[in-house]
């Protein structure tokens, strides 16, 4: 088989899983693999735009939609990866464990301080969080002193450099990260299940792309990803 490039542009948090699948699929197959990481909604307006990638993975269903409402993907390829969990970190490794609820002093516990998140009105982690807070009635009491950052790995960073005390990302970033500590988890009944859609493209067709396709529905990918922390979704 001649090798080939597959560009990939998948969400920020899916980072310390690709690496590990990068060098495997490469090994496996001889192709070589491009990722290519950053919020999810950032990299859909890219691919609208005419951005060279072959395949996509959303941390949101949303953003997915948005590209196959365009017709910018190749049909019947898209299928559900992944899930994954909400929660609330700290920069203070000694920070005891909270019960998430409507009862939750967020604000007494920022005190003077910022909850670091991705962007709210776009990148899927920022979404689901302030949809959390929202349903708990807690966004008004803390929306001023949020900070947003583009993606979910920069916000993770804000609080593993101590920059924020607080911060809402996902369980596999917090997973990813021996700075921050989880001090508790969001009820998945107060955010849309945290879904990862991945597709091929409509802008070409190669072997190579379904060869990793393929690789994602795999063990060895299985095995990444579970390490870090995710719910894989296909059987």
């Known amino acids: 088989m001649r090798a080939e490039e597959v560009v990939v542009f998948a969400a920020a948090s899916m980072a310390n899983a690709l690496a ?123 929306e001023a002193q949020v900070a947003q950052a583009d993606n979910v790995r920069a916000a993770l960073a804000f609080v593993a450099t101590g920059e924020a005390p607080l911060g809402i990302v996902y369980a596999t970033d917090a997973a990813a990260s021996a700075d921050v500590t989880v001090i508790g988890t969001f009820p998945a009944q107060t955010h849309p299940p945290i879904v990862y859609p991945a597709a091929d493209l409509a802008n070409r067709d190669t072997a190579a792309e379904t060869a990793f396709l393929d690789y994602l529905r795999g063990p060895d990918a299985r095995v990444a990803f579970e390490r870090q922390g995710f719910v894989v979704l296909v059987d």
Do not use: C
């Not at 009862?103 to 670091?116: H, I």
């Open 20 to 142: 590990e699948i990068e060098t495997g699929f490469e090994a496996a197959t001889g192709h070589d693999l491009v990722v290519s990481l950053a919020g999810s909604s950032a990299l859909a307006r890219q691919i609208q735009q005419g951005a060279p990638a072959d395949i996509f993975i959303s941390a949101s269903p949303d953003w997915m939609d948005v590209l196959e409402a365009d017709g910018l993907l190749e049909l019947e390829t898209r299928f559900d990866l992944l899930a994954n969990r909400l929660v609330l970190i700290a920069s203070d490794a000694a920070a005891l464990p909270v019960q998430i609820g409507p009862d939750l002093d967020l604000a007494g516990l920022l005190a003077d301080g910022r909850l670091a998140m991705a962007l709210v009105d776009s990148v899927p982690a920022g979404v689901y969080g302030k949809a959390a807070l929202d349903s708990l009635g807690l966004w008004s009491s803390i």
